[in-house]
T-cell receptor, first 115, second 113 residues
Framework: DTEVTQTPKHLVMGMTNKKSLKCEQH?????MYWYKQKAKKPPELMFV???????INESVPSRFSPECPNSSLLNLHLHALQPEDSALYLC??????????????FGSGTRLTVV | SQQGEEDPQALSIQEGENATMNCSYK?????LQWYRQNSGRGLVHLIL?????REKHSGRLRVTLDTSKKSSSLLITASRAADTASYFC?????????????FGQGTILTVHP
């Protein structure tokens, strides 16, 4: 299995809703990432998990809450989002986070719309 | 600020022609990576070139790295309509920021049949 699977592919949520994005990989990768991408912009790093521990939080607002239940799963819990949080949310994994010496495998993303 | 800056921002060519994209970066790196993104989808890792390498090939892709000029180029030879996508260079931050891969602004490539 050489894929990163993200669900759902599309999500529309109200500003008072709570939802979760899910990401799964079975490649034995020990680093997993959440990126946010706005239209016509490059992906921007949100969180890095290394060996199931949060190692980087890029000053992301607390309405985004990541969770790594085990080495194969990564969740992003969403609560009280704003319309400007609408974006493509990408999950990625790599063999290790060490010095970025490995290419990332990306999922196809969740297109999030906040209304 | 973005570590990598790319040019051109957009490139339009005919099938069969070669496409060259350039990336410049600011700080020292131990590798540089190129990714492709088809419209609205996930990114696909194309190639990783280490700082001690000057050139690398993968199929129709050729990547060069000049660490003295802090620049890299991606050449796609004999382009196809299916190569239409956005192409990003990306560099990892070192030090305590292990795993922080930062993407350039990207080049939008359009290949006309």
């Amino acid at each position: 299995d050489t894929e990163v699977t993200q669900t759902p592919k599309h999500l529309v949520m109200g500003m008072t809703n709570k939802k979760s994005l899910k990401c799964e990989q079975h490649m034995g990768h020990r680093a997993m990432y959440w990126y946010k991408q706005k239209a016509k912009k490059p992906p921007e790093l949100m969180f890095v998990y290394s060996y199931e521990k949060l190692s980087i939080n890029e000053s992301v607002p607390s309405r985004f809450s990541p969770e790594c239940p085990n080495s194969s799963l990564l969740n992003l819990h969403l609560h009280a989002l704003q319309p400007e949080d609408s974006a493509l949310y990408l999950c990625a994994s790599s063999l290790s986070a060490l010095r970025g010496n490995y290419g990332y495998t990306f999922g196809s993303g969740t297109r999030l719309t906040v209304v | 600020s973005q570590q990598g800056e790319e040019d051109p921002q957009a490139l339009s060519i005919q099938e069969g022609e070669n496409a060259t994209m350039n990336c410049s970066y600011k700080t020292s790196i131990n590798n540089l990576q190129w990714y492709r993104q088809n419209s609205g989808r996930g990114l696909v890792h194309l190639i990783l070139i280490r700082s001690n390498e000057r050139e690398k090939h993968s199929g129709r892709l050729r990547v060069t790295l000049d660490t003295s000029k802090k620049s890299s180029s991606l050449l796609i030879t004999a382009s196809r309509a299916a190569d239409t996508a956005s192409y990003f260079c990306a560099t990892p931050a070192g030090g305590t920021s292990y795993g922080k891969l930062t993407f350039g602004q990207g080049t939008i490539l359009t290949v006309h049949p």
